[in-house]
C-alpha cells in the first residue's frame, strides 16, 4: 500500500499563508481518495478538507471553507493543502490521509497515514 509524508508546516503570523504537501511512495496515490486532517492539543483529530481519486470532488469542513484548497497531482503522487489567511485556531499537527474507494470526512475511514507536519499561527 501507499505510504504518506507531509512537509511543509512551520510557524507563521495570523493571516498568512501556508501550502502543505503530501507525497505518496510505494503505490500509486491516483488509485486512493486523499484527506486532510488536524488535531490541537488536547483535541482530537478532526476533518479538514478531502478530494476524490480523481480530484473532481472536494468537500470542506466549515471552519476552512473560502480559506483553504485542496489539490492534488497524480503524476507526481502528490496532494497539497493551500492555507490563506490563516488564524490562531488553525494552530494543529496537520495529517494527509489516504483511502480506497470514495473521499469521507470521517477520519475512521482512513487507514492510511503521514506522521504529520506541525503548522503553529501566531496572533
Known amino acids: 500500500q501507499v505510504q504518506l509524508a507531509e512537509s511543509g508546516g512551520g510557524l507563521v503570523q495570523a493571516g498568512a499563508s501556508l501550502t502543505l504537501s503530501c507525497v505518496g511512495s510505494?503505490?500509486?496515490?491516483?488509485?486512493?481518495?486523499v484527506g486532510w486532517f488536524r488535531q490541537a492539543p488536547g483535541k482530537e483529530r478532526e476533518f479538514v478538507a478531502t478530494i476524490s481519486r480523481g480530484g473532481a470532488t472536494t468537500s470542506y469542513a466549515d471552519a476552512v471553507k473560502g480559506r483553504f484548497n485542496i489539490s492534488r497531482d497524480n503524476t507526481q503522487s502528490m496532494a497539497y493543502l493551500q492555507m490563506n489567511s490563516l488564524e490562531s485556531d488553525d494552530t494543529a499537527v496537520y495529517y494527509c490521509?489516504?483511502?480506497?474507494?470514495?473521499?469521507?470526512?470521517?477520519?475512521?475511514?482512513?487507514?492510511?497515514w503521514g506522521p504529520g507536519t506541525q503548522v503553529t499561527v501566531s496572533s
Open positions: 510505494g503505490h500509486d496515490l491516483e488509485n486512493y481518495a
Open positions: 490521509a489516504a483511502k480506497s474507494g470514495w473521499s469521507n470526512s470521517n477520519p475512521a475511514r482512513f487507514d492510511i
